[in-house]
């Protein structure tokens, strides 16, 4: 066991604890929140751009201007939605589970950062830590980790991943 290897200990039981005390709920609405305010906004910026573009000088600011609007918005609704849910589960004495489920997530949210990183900093060797890294007790069920996220997502995504990483 090396440096690392406590690094990565302590990153795991910080996020561990991190979903523990946010649950669940928070946690998954976390990223559904601004996965899907990136995605309303790639679809909705053009069309509320050109409807605003008659009052915006600068077609480039109309069109920042739409994707931060739209992107506000649909935050908004989606955090209204979220603590919608936190009511349910509040009422209906469902926050044990929450927390537990929440747990869950942290590992797995803290799994797949360390796992890109640890990649990373393993082939790109920034900061001279490559042979540290590969040396490490955990490093190779993250390569294996690596291998597997790499099989499930599509080719494009692998792709470019692979190329930022330093093995493509």
């Known amino acids: 066991m090396n440096i690392v290897d406590i690094i990565v200990i302590v990153i795991i039981l910080v996020f561990i604890i991190r979903g523990y005390l946010k649950g669940f709920i928070n946690e998954v609405f976390s990223l559904l929140i601004i996965a899907g305010s990136l995605v309303a906004s790639f679809l909705l910026y053009r069309p509320l751009s050109n409807a605003t573009s008659n009052f915006v000088n600068s077609k480039e600011l109309s069109i920042f201007l739409s994707f931060i609007a739209v992107f ?4 908004i609704f989606l955090i209204l939605v ?4 936190i009511s349910l589960l509040e009422n209906l004495n469902l926050t ?3 927390s537990l489920l929440g747990l869950v997530i942290g590992f797995i949210k803290g799994g797949l950062i360390l796992t890109f990183v640890l990649m990373f900093f393993a ?12 040396s490490s ?3 190779p069920y993250f390569e294996k980790s690596y291998s597997f996220l790499l099989l499930v997502l ?3 995504i692998s792709v ?9």
């Open 82 to 85: 979220r603590n919608l849910f």
């Open 137 to 139: 007790y955990f490093f």
């Open 154 to 156: 599509p080719e494009r």
């Open 123 to 134: 082939f790109r060797n920034i900061l001279k830590t490559a042979d540290l890294i590969r």
């Open 72 to 75: 506000v918005l649909t935050a």
């Open 96 to 98: 044990d589970i929450d």
């Open 160 to 168: 470019l991943i692979n190329r930022f990483i330093g093995l493509g």
